[in-house]
């Protein structure tokens, strides 16, 4: 069993609509949990963390924490062609430890 | 967020020479730093973790005689291609670990190298 597991998609959403992202982690330890975003050619980049079960917002990102389910979500409100990427959820089980990856959900935007 | 900087961002270079690749932590320093490689719509694949003043920890099928990694100082971690051919071709990445504790640490990625090999 992956550590990380993620839907690759592709999954398609209207331009203004909201874009949900599921992942869900093997381990019940995992204490931190990560969603970066990559557009095609360039390196992943950080657009959200949470540690507490719940819901985190940060502009049109929610991230959703559900350690009892083990799983997190990433929500993005008012998608726009710009959203367009593969969204990569990660997962760190400690300070120290490695972090974990899903593959991926490429999330296209259509205008 | 923490600037972790990867240089070259591209390189192209003929069958069995060999590549260096640089990832630095800019505003921070970074104890371990992790290297990846990844193929055209696959998945970020870890290929060893980078532990400064130590020898690196190869993920299992990553030739460490191949992949040379040398982390000599806190903020400077290099990715050595030897001999390379076109199979190596790939995007190669580099990570570092920003921050303290368990809600404090974060992974920043440089911006990636693109290797080319004729």
């Known amino acids: 069993q992956k550590e990380v597991e993620q839907n690759s998609g592709p999954l398609s959403v209207p331009e203004g609509a909201i874009a949900s992202l599921n992942c869900t982690y093997s381990?019940?330890?995992?204490?931190?949990f990560f969603w970066y975003r990559q557009y095609s050619g360039k390196s992943p980049e950080l657009i959200m963390s949470?540690?507490?079960?719940g819901d985190k917002e940060d502009g049109r990102f929610t991230a959703q924490l559900n350690k009892a389910s083990q799983y997190v979500s990433l929500l993005i409100r008012d998608s726009q062609p710009s959203d367009s990427a593969t969204y990569l959820c990660?997962?760190?089980?400690?300070?120290?430890?490695?972090?974990?990856f899903g593959t991926g959900t490429s999330l296209t935007v259509i205008p | 967020g923490a600037v972790v900087s990867q240089h070259p961002s591209w390189v192209i270079c003929k069958s069995g020479t060999s590549v260096k690749i640089e990832c630095r932590s800019l505003?921070?320093?970074?104890?371990?730093m992790f290297w990846y490689r990844q193929f055209p719509k696959q998945s970020l694949m870890l290929m060893a973790t980078?532990?400064?003043?130590?020898?690196?920890?190869?993920e299992q099928g990553v030739e460490k005689d191949k992949f040379l990694i040398n982390h000599a100082s806190l903020t400077l971690s290099t990715l050595t291609v030897t001999s390379a051919h076109p199979e190596d071709s790939s995007f190669y990445i580099c990570s570092a670990r920003a921050g303290q504790g368990v809600r404090g640490e974060k992974l920043f990625f440089g911006s990636g190298t693109q290797l080319s090999v004729l």
């Open positions: 990660a997962v760190n089980l400690n300070t120290g430890n490695q972090f974990y």
């Open positions: 980078s532990n400064e003043g130590s020898k690196a920890t190869y």
């Open positions: 949470i540690y507490s079960n």
């Open positions: 505003d921070f320093q970074a104890t371990t």
């Open positions: 381990d019940r330890g995992s204490q931190s």
